[in-house]
């Protein structure tokens, strides 16, 4: 198993653990794919992918036409996606993406959980050279379609691994091939249950269980910020 699927498997979802959370997350990217492509999903390929997985998450369809509406008006808030970086405890790396419409306001809630709970937010670029930016897709798998086969075909789209992931399939590329692999996975009829991009990283840390948990607890706390979309790490599971 590759590097990537590693760390999926040791994260997978955790993050997203209760449906308000999740709906609140989704409707801060639905306004953001709007924002930069409009409101047709026709035309709009990160807002289609979007709707397919609100579907996956059994979010309301009035709750997500509501988001779609909110976004084109002209009283709604801008979203900025902005990743804080800094280091937990004991070395460890964090990415923090977030999605806010107060960057004053979040930054200072970032820096406070990292200065209370001994971690230090640090610059641009200071801790994201160890990872890779990476477009995660999950996908059903297809009566007559062999892992195999379809690795051979989507290699030509920019995918560098595959893996099953229980009743799906775990598509990984690099960040620039989000819209190649959409497009083939869409032409050949693929249903998309999510596409994401992740921050995975280059090496794990290893740690002793008292030391993960004080990293667990820093990660934990900024994860319950509303403004927090993902929290990534190179810490060892």
């Known amino acids: 198993m590759g590097r990537a699927f590693e760390y999926r498997k040791a994260t ?36 289609r ?3 397919q997985q609100t579907k996956k ?35 460890i790396a964090l990415l923090v993406e977030t ?41 059903a798998q297809k009566n007559g379609v062999s892992l195999e086969d379809l690795e051979l075909e989507l290699i030509d ?18 960040f620039a091939n989000y819209s190649s692999i959409q497009k083939y996975l869409e032409e050949n009829g693929f249903e998309i249950f999510s596409a994401e991009f992740e921050y995975i990283p280059n090496e794990y ?3 002793t269980d008292v030391q993960k948990a004080s990293v667990v607890k820093l990660i934990d706390k900024i994860e319950e910020d509303e403004d927090v979309q993902n929290v990534f790490h190179n810490m060892a599971e």
């Open 12 to 47: 997978k979802m955790k993050r997203w653990s209760n449906m308000a959370r999740v709906f609140t997350k989704l409707g801060k990217q639905i306004t953001i794919a709007v924002k930069e492509g409009g409101s047709d999903a026709d035309t709009n390929p990160r807002l």
């Open 49 to 51: 992918v979007l709707i």
């Open 57 to 91: 998450e059994n979010m309301p369809k009035e709750t997500v036409e509501r988001a779609i509406k909110k976004a084109i008006s002209k009283d709604e808030n801008d979203y900025k996606e902005i990743v804080y970086e800094g280091y937990a405890p004991h070395g």
């Open 99 to 139: 999605a806010t419409d107060n960057p004053t306001r979040t930054v200072a809630n970032v820096r406070s959980y990292f200065n209370k709970l001994g971690g230090s937010l640090g610059t641009s670029g200071s801790v994201q050279f160890m990872f890779e930016h990476k477009c995660v897709f999950r996908i």
């Open 157 to 174: 789209c920019g995918v560098d691994e595959l893996e099953n992931d229980e009743d799906a399939i775990m598509l990984y590329g690099d």
């Open 205 to 207: 840390k290893q740690l």
